[in-house]
């Protein structure tokens, strides 16, 4: 590790946020990308220097687009496409370039992918020269990828609440989400599927999502 980001770490446990930033800013001027993103999380933050989301989106894409093949990349396109999605001050929100963030991000990133899905399901940020069948298609293909499909080791914790049950986790996100449209239909439908896969719990979710976002009492809930 570049004894720049050792000495950023040292400050950061110190409480010394503007050595942390110039210490970060220094690894960065090599193009090391985790500390690449820590400078634009700096400035997106305010931490060690002015708060500036120009300059974090600046460096959010440095290591998004020339760092796509580390973990780095899909994490800053992540940011970018959080930032975008929902705006924040200095920055309107932007939701075409929220979804070709997440578009880059989905690739190797599990929640990105689910995000993707309820883009193409709820036709945002998209292009308009396809038919609706072809985006239920899309997001019916990036919801498969993102509940059954095999994403990099550093990404498989990030759908844990319902311990090893895809859908059940694939649901959850989907119903809270706070980077993309929410897509409470597409959830209640994986956690009735988790249940009918023998997760207890998922009926119960199932049915809380009827209810709480329909008004609606299926036949499955009279069970519960």
């Not at 999605?85 to 929640?111: I, Q, S």
């Not at 689910?114 to 990036?142: C, K, M, T, V």
């Not at 597409?186 to 199932?206: E, P, V």
């Amino acid at each position: 590790m570049h004894r720049a980001i050792l000495t950023a770490f040292a400050a950061q446990r110190d409480g010394d946020e503007d050595r942390a930033f110039a210490a970060f800013r220094e690894a960065a001027g090599l193009g090391h990308p985790f500390a690449l993103s820590e400078v634009g999380r700096s400035f997106l933050d305010g931490n060690g220097i002015k708060r500036d989301v120009d300059q974090a989106i600046a460096y959010f894409r440095l290591v998004a687009e020339n760092h796509a093949g580390t973990p780095y990349g899909p994490r800053a396109s992540w940011r970018l496409a959080c930032l975008y999605f929902r705006g924040t001050e200095g920055l309107v929100p932007d939701l075409e370039a929220a979804a070709h963030w997440m578009a880059l991000a989905a690739r190797t990133k599990r929640k990105a992918a689910l995000a993707l899905s309820s883009f193409y399901r709820l036709g945002i940020g998209l292009p308009e020269d396809l038919s609706p069948a072809e985006y239920r298609a899309l997001a019916d293909h990036w919801l498969d990828i993102a509940v059954h499909g095999s994403f990099p080791s550093d990404s498989q914790e990030e759908l844990r609440l319902h311990g090893d049950h895809l859908e059940a986790n694939a649901a959850s996100v989907l119903e809270h989400a706070g980077c993309f449209p929410p897509d409470p239909e597409t959830a209640g439908i994986l956690y009735l599927m988790s249940w009918k896969n023998g997760y207890s719990l998922g009926l119960r979710n199932y049915c809380s999502i009827q209810n709480r976002y329909f008004r609606r009492k299926p036949a499955e809930c009279s069970m519960s």
